[in-house]
């Protein structure tokens, strides 16, 4: 059974740091694209970073230059730091991996997404 994990979320003054991780079970997070979402209440959720399968990152707009997405294969671990926080990124982050499909050998791509329960950043002024 996959299983993510998410935890270090909690609240923050503006300008504050945090560092969030998953923790992820029954599954090897280097074989697929592994994201961080986040969401807003009343609002839809939104993709804050992307790790490829090789490793490769890429940011929101909303958050290049403060947050860091990474992962460690071996610990088989997710992490989000996140620094300079503002008012506007409090919200419910995610931790989400592409489906393995092991019978193809192949990444369902945005199709059967895992994903954890959430752990939320709460910014205060």
């Known amino acids: 059974q996959v299983q993510l994990l998410e935890s270090g979320g909690g609240s923050v003054q503006a300008g504050g740091s945090l560092k969030l991780s998953c923790r992820v079970s029954?599954?090897?997070?280097?074989?697929?694209?592994v994201y961080w979402y986040r969401q807003v209440p009343g609002k839809e959720r939104e993709l804050i970073s992307t790790?490829?399968?090789?490793?490769?990152?890429t940011y929101s707009n909303l958050v290049q230059g403060r947050f860091t997405a990474s992962r460690d294969n071996v610990a088989n671990m997710l992490y989000l730091q996140m620094n300079t926080l503002k008012i506007e990124d409090t919200a419910v982050y995610y931790c989400v991996a592409d489906q393995w499909k092991s019978f193809f050998g192949t990444c369902a791509t945005l199709t059967g997404a895992y994903w954890g329960q959430g752990t939320l950043v709460t910014v205060s002024s």
């Open positions: 029954g599954y090897i997070i280097s074989r697929c694209n």
């Open positions: 790790i490829m399968n090789d490793g490769t990152t």
